[in-house]
T-cell receptor
Framework: KNQVEQSPQSLIILEGKNCTLQ??????????LRWYKQDTGRGPVSLTI?????NTKSNGRYTATLDADTKQSSLHITASQLSDSASYIC???????????FGGGTRVLVKP | KAGVTQTPRYLIKTRGQQVTLSCSPI?????VSWYQQTPGQGLQFLFE???????NKGNFPGRFSGRQFSNSRSEMNVSTLELGDSALYLC????????????FGPGTRLTVT
């Protein structure tokens, strides 16, 4: 069964600090992995999308990594800002049937 | 280019009623997908439409239905509403398939009382 597990479920960090979110998946065959940022009550906004051949991709202070061998991805937030407070969702696409599997998300709270 | 728009943004209905939600995709996008998001279940896929045809469907009861028009605008209908249908309903559009980059709308917050 295709699954995407994210950890931690939630975390609190101080403004200016870095943090790393984890995403482990069992989706196979793999097509791509995406990270989304979702502010409360809003729709998700894409941060990065990575295919099998890509192992790192940056979008400003957000850097995503992918290890397709271990089926793990991480999202690193550098020098966090209050506006980074949001849920971060990992989504994996299976190559067969174009099925999307969503992780449960990590809720990040940045405190001043 | 305008983003994905959803109407209405908020809706309150009572059990047993039906509701229709609307989604206008980004211009040029032909794929529209619908998702239900609840605190307990996270994001769950409802269905995807492409060129007025339902291409994929999630594991939701037949009370949930949708359609897509020739201009790619899509509607989702939920009949015989239940309390558990209270959720944020998100629409996402993409160029060809939902495996491409998806752009989400702001969602419709449905509350069933």
């Amino acid at each position: 069964k295709n699954q995407v597990e994210q950890s931690p479920q939630s975390l609190i960090i101080l403004e200016g600090k870095n943090c790393t979110l984890q995403c482990n998946y069992t989706v196979s065959p793999f097509s791509n992995l995406r990270w989304y940022k979702q502010d409360t009550g809003r729709g998700p906004v894409s941060l990065t999308i990575m295919t099998f051949s890509e192992n790192t991709k940056s979008n400003g202070r957000y850097t995503a990594t992918l290890d397709a061998d271990t089926k793990q991805s991480s999202l690193h937030i550098t020098a966090s800002q209050l506006s980074d407070s949001a849920s971060y969702i990992c989504v994996v696409t299976a190559a067969a049937g174009n099925k999307l599997t969503f992780g449960g998300g990590t809720r990040v709270l940045v405190k001043p | 280019k305008a983003g994905v728009t959803q109407t209405p943004r908020y809706l309150i209905k009572t059990r047993g009623q039906q509701v229709t939600l609307s989604c206008s995709p980004i211009s040029g996008h032909r794929s529209v997908s619908w998702y239900q998001q609840t605190p307990g279940q996270g994001l769950q896929f409802l269905f995807e439409y492409f060129s007025e045809t339902q291409r994929n469907k999630g594991n939701f009861p037949g009370r949930f239905s949708g359609r897509q028009f020739s201009n790619s605008r899509s509607e989702m209908n939920v009949s015989t509403l239940e309390l558990g249908d209270s959720a944020l309903y998100l629409c996402a559009s993409s160029m060809e398939t939902r495996t491409y980059e998806q752009y989400f709308g702001p969602g419709t917050r449905l509350t069933v009382t």
